[in-house]
């Protein structure tokens, strides 16, 4: 073999074995940064539904005192209505 023809060879070797390496850095930061992505976006899915949770709770005192509420408003209801009744 002629020596341009070796150099050649190798110099095509030495870039494939470059980008080889080169690409096999660049998967293994995109792993890790993806990696990250995925852990913040597990904290951020755990305090959205500790959030939802203390809404819930929330919701839920509401929906009794809302009751409760139209409860007394029934009974005044009734007592002014039996009061009106009476008075005819």
């Given amino acids: ?7 050649i060879l190798v110099s095509t070797a030495t870039v494939g074995v470059a980008l080889a390496a080169l690409m096999v850095r ?3 930061g995109l792993a890790r940064s993806l990696e990250k ?17 203390v809404l819930r709770d929330g919701v839920a005192d509401l929906s ?10 029934e009974g005044l209801r009734e007592a002014i209505a039996g ?4 008075a005819d």
Avoid: K, N, P, Y
Avoid at 37 to 53: G, K, S
Avoid at 64 to 73: A, C, N, P
Avoid at 83 to 86: G, L
């Fill in 83 to 86: 009061r009106h009744a009476a």
């Fill in 37 to 53: 992505q995925i852990d913040t976006l597990r904290d951020d899915i755990r305090e959205l539904r500790q959030v939802q949770a």
């Fill in 1 to 7: 073999m002629d020596a341009g023809i070796v150099t």
């Fill in 26 to 28: 660049l998967i293994r």
């Fill in 64 to 73: 009794d005192r809302v009751s409760r509420i139209e409860g007394l408003l």
